[in-house]
């Protein structure tokens, strides 16, 4: 009995809700929608969905989290830079947040896929392929905070814990610390209308 072997490629794009095809191994910024980024950054858990509330903590809301926090540090940080910060994670809206450890196991292939996909949304949307150093910085500076608190107020950490894996975090303004110590995971479409809102204010 012959049998045919199926010799069709195997389907490396995915479908978005705004109709675009996105091809995961050559990623054009022309099928690159903010909406599509909202929406699934919306949805996809922080710590593998491992979070205290009723809701999830998403991606979504770990952005705007780091911008906040970009924007405390440096407040005379450019519109554009403050757009990074917002988009750091936005390859995930595809690709998922896997966690540190998981990445490391991935090796460098992950990252390679992870930023080519960044360079792809960063020329959709007019912010160099690669950012100043002051500005990555910046970014990771916020991201290593941000983390800090979602450990503590929502994943589980002792404070002891998340200054290991983190850091201890300094220089922010007391405003912003009270609202960092009181965390609540909202619902998926709040988290995106939030991302929404924020991207245009600063893409304007």
């Known amino acids: 009995m012959n049998v045919t072997a199926n010799?069709?490629?195997?389907?490396?794009?995915?479908?978005?809700?705004?109709?675009?095809?996105?091809?995961?191994?050559?990623?054009?910024?022309?099928?690159?929608?903010?909406?599509?980024?909202?929406?699934?950054?919306?949805?996809?858990a922080?710590?593998?969905?491992?979070?205290?509330g009723d809701h999830t903590f998403s991606v979504a809301e770990h952005s705007l989290l780091v911008?906040?926090?970009?924007?405390?540090?440096?407040?005379?940080?450019?519109?554009?830079?403050?757009?990074?910060?917002?988009?750091h994670d936005a390859p995930e809206y595809v690709i998922g947040d896997l966690i540190s450890p998981f990445k490391a196991a991935l090796s460098l292939d992950y990252r390679?896929?992870?930023?080519?996909?960044?360079?792809?949304?960063?020329?959709r949307f007019g912010l160099p392929t690669e950012l100043p150093e002051e500005t990555s910085a910046l970014i990771k500076r916020a991201d290593k905070i941000a983390a800090y608190y979602e450990a503590v107020g929502?994943?589980?950490?002792?404070?002891?814990?998340?200054?290991?894996?983190?850091?201890?975090?300094?220089?922010?303004?007391?405003a912003l610390v009270t609202t960092l110590t009181a965390l609540r995971p909202v619902p998926a479409s709040?988290?995106?209308?939030r991302f929404l809102k924020r991207f245009h204010e600063l893409a304007r």
């Open 112 to 123: 390679t896929f992870e930023g080519r996909l960044l360079t792809a949304i960063h020329v």
């Open 190 to 193: 709040e988290g995106e209308e």
């Open 67 to 87: 911008e906040a926090i970009a924007r405390d540090i440096a407040p005379s940080a450019s519109p554009a830079n403050q757009l990074a910060a917002l988009l």
């Open 7 to 44: 010799t069709q490629a195997p389907r490396a794009w995915q479908r978005m809700l705004s109709g675009r095809r996105l091809d995961l191994l050559d990623p054009s910024p022309l099928d690159i929608e903010v909406e599509d980024i909202a929406h699934g950054l919306a949805r996809v």
């Open 46 to 52: 922080r710590w593998n969905g491992q979070t205290h």
């Open 154 to 174: 929502l994943a589980g950490f002792s404070q002891a814990e998340a200054r290991k894996f983190f850091g201890q975090p300094k220089g922010l303004s007391p």
